[in-house]
């Protein structure tokens, strides 16, 4: 009886839990792919884009979050249907006042049928041992090993530095968020940070082949190596080594606390950024703040068979939830940036222009970018806009108010 259970079991690909926390496993070819490439095979990831289904749509998962999530999450269902987006979204609501994981299994079982995600930020309010980041797991649990910001400047908006453009590479899936701590003797805790070559090298050569590919200059490496000479020397000589791929590119690095400086002070000698997992989540939020406030950059997490959408900070926003006050506009160039994924750019540009004519030419601003508007005049506006314009599809015109 056992050995029968054992076999039906198998044959049903059920997800498993192993390690130490929540990470699902399945017996899928494509999972022993991609877990067994060799670095040189991950020089680049290209994430395919998931077949279309449906007559030509997309099944996306939508994880709204805690905070200010869900609303942000009701606006951009809205603006799909107005403007006809080819887009069925799957929502699922993990609940972070609660125990257990069976929310977040089934979230990650979703993307994986689906291939795609849009995102906000999932609270883990349990101090249980057994409860981890639902972020870090999502992100672990589909190697999504590279997060991608763009921080560009809005123009008008009331901002420290004006004119800046940098591309943040961040690596997701190693560094200090390897959630591997313990209490070696009482009162005293260890936290590990892990920093692996092949990681290191994914991440790198990403940096240096987005630069190559968007005809950018320079590669500017942050570490701590002269404290961690281990850890984040390992990371620094990954980066110089794959550098020699990449003559034509300028390769400098700089330190962490120096880099926090210089930003304020001269954002503009950065140009890509390649960082491990908690600077990025430090440089992140500085340029964030340089240019406006976390309310409007996207950012993109990549991987080889998945990617996740979601806004460039990562923030909650739990203070401003359900006021009516929330920017929306990070969470709208996160749906622009997944849409230009699945390869409909049309629907994604009359989104991204409608969106940039609101805050910028006609002015209408949350308070974060010190205008007077709500969440719901920035949306009206976006609609507004939509109905005047039109997306061209491939067999014919469509227009955005149908």
Same mark, same amino acid.
């Given at each position: ?18 390690r130490s926390y929540p990470l699902l496993v399945t017996k ?8 067994? #490439? ?91 041992? +057994?409860?981890?980041?639902? $972020? ?67 991440? +790198? ?6 630069a190559r590919r968007s005809n950018r200059k320079k590669v500017?490496?942050?570490? #701590? ?14 980066? #110089? ?59 993109? $997490? ?27 506009? +990070? ?27 609101t805050i910028v030419e006609d002015g209408i601003r949350t ?36």
């Amino acid at each position: 009886m056992a050995v029968r259970l054992t076999q039906r079991v198998i044959q049903m690909q059920i997800p498993f839990l192993t390690r130490s926390y929540p990470l699902l496993v399945t017996k899928e070819k494509v999972e022993d792919v991609a877990h067994t #490439k060799s670095s040189l095979q991950k020089k680049l990831t290209v994430t395919d884009i998931p077949s279309a289904q449906y007559g030509g749509r997309h099944a996306v998962t939508m994880l709204p979050g805690g905070g200010i999530g869900p609303e942000l999450m009701k606006y951009i269902r809205e603006i799909f249907r107005y403007c006809g987006a080819p887009i069925d979204f799957e929502v699922i609501d993990i609940d972070p006042s609660t125990e257990g994981n069976e929310d977040l299994e089934y979230a990650i079982t979703s993307i994986k049928r689906n291939g795609v995600a849009l995102k906000g930020n999932i609270e883990t309010k349990s101090r249980s041992l +057994a409860e981890v980041s639902r $972020n870090v797991a999502i992100r672990n649990e589909l190697d999504l090993y590279v997060n991608v910001v763009h921080c560009k400047s809005y123009p008008g908006i009331p901002a420290h530095h004006k004119n800046i453009d940098i591309v943040l590479i961040r690596q997701n899936t190693d560094g200090e968020y390897a959630m591997l701590e313990h209490e070696s003797v009482r009162g005293v805790v260890e936290s590990m940070k892990v920093v692996t070559v092949e990681n290191a090298e994914r991440v +790198a050569r990403y940096a240096f082949e987005y630069a190559r590919r968007s005809n950018r200059k320079k590669v500017t490496t942050i570490h #701590k190596a002269n404290i961690m000479k281990l850890s984040d020397g390992l990371f620094l000589e990954v980066a #110089k080594k794959v550098h020699k791929d990449y003559p034509e590119l300028e390769h400098n690095n700089m330190i962490i606390d120096n880099t926090c400086m210089q930003l304020v002070s001269n954002p503009h000698q950065f140009d890509v950024m390649n960082m491990t997992n908690l600077y990025g989540t430090i440089v992140s939020n500085v340029v964030c703040g340089l240019i406006g406030g976390a309310g409007l950059l996207s950012g993109r $997490n990549y991987g080889d068979h998945y990617a996740i959408f979601e806004p460039g900070t990562r923030n909650t926003g739990t203070a401003i939830a359900g006021k009516n006050v929330a920017n929306p506009v +990070a969470m709208i160039n996160a749906s622009v940036d997944m849409l230009n994924h699945l390869g409909h750019k049309e629907h994604a540009k009359v989104i991204a222009d409608a969106t940039y004519q609101t805050i910028v030419e006609d002015g209408i601003r949350t308070p974060d970018l010190n205008g007077s508007n709500s969440s719901t005049d920035v949306i009206e506006n976006i609609l507004k806009i939509l109905s005047t314009r039109r997306v061209n599809w491939p067999h014919g015109n469509f227009y955005s108010q149908f």
